[in-house]
């Protein structure tokens, strides 16, 4: 079981959660200080303080290539998409405050292993034609998950995904022309951007959750619209706008059962290797220990920060109640 929280922990059957049901029901949009089932506020936690912790995660197999930037106007246009996910990672980490968690108690929880981060994260990026599938692949699966997000019922969690949907989608564009300019490049540039697309496949496909047979959250967080749409539905259009965007780029997507179906009005594609997301978001992926290694240094080193500022405002406090 890989799941922080069964189904029954949602059942509640008081006037109050009917009454909660009903505003949801309504498309109404819930504040941080209305009445909340527990099992809300608990989900929400889970859900927002996880995307969070995959924004600033997400910024370390980035960050790893700005100094190797082919050029100058790359390197600054890669600096200012990895600040973008740092900013995103804090409008999230707000959001769940207003839950009632200190961004302090996510950041530990994150550091011991409690909460996850997006399993993307835990893949390596090789060359500079990674970067390329990052943005289009990995930006343009958050997109997918996220634009939708947008009308998610917590309001605060809504109206962060707005910002955050319009940079991603500069930063999926960047992705984007990045495999353009590799697909059009050398013979060498173009297998490149194929062996980036062949390893970014089927982790971006994962990016989206288990099947929704294994989905042990997705029918209580819809009824809550907490989550707006299944992860096969969100994976599903995912592969239908990606294949051809492959094709204009000349390249070939890593499956080769992947065809289109009249019937269904989409594409049949392989399913990833499940075996594979479930060790990897039990910590066993390529690089989890490496990502929780610079996550966990980069709190070490920023504690005298945190020291010093706590103990200035415990001077400025101390001074406060003297002079009261
Ligand atoms: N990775 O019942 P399910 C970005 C876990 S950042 C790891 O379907 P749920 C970017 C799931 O948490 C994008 N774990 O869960 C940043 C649950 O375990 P727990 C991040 C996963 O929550 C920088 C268990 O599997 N986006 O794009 O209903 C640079 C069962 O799953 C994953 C978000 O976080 C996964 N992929 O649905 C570039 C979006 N999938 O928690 C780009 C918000 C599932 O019970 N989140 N698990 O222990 C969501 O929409 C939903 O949480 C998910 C999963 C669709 C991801």
Known sequence: MYAQMVKSEAADESAEAQAFQARIDAGEKIEPKDWMPAGYRKTLIRQIGQHAHSEIVGQLPEGNWITRAPTLERKAILLAKVQDEAGHGLYLYCAAETLGVSRDELTEMLLDGRMKYSSIFNYPTLTWADMGAVGWLVDGAAIMNQVPLQRTSFGPYSRAMIRVCKEESFHQRQGYDIMMKMAQGTPEQKAMAQNALDRFWYPSLMMFGPSDADSVHSAQSMAWKIKMNTNDELRQK????????????????????????????????????WAEFFEVIKGNG??????????????DDGKWVRDGLLAHAEKRNARKVAAE
């Open 238 to 273: 995912f592969v239908d706008q990606t294949v051809p965007q492959a094709e204009y780029l000349g390249l070939t997507v890593p499956d080769k059962t992947l065809k289109w179906n009249d019937e269904k009005g989409g594409y049949d594609f392989a399913e990833p290797d």
């Open 286 to 299: 390529p690089c989890n220990t490496e990502r929780l290694a610079a996550r966990n240094k980069a709190w």
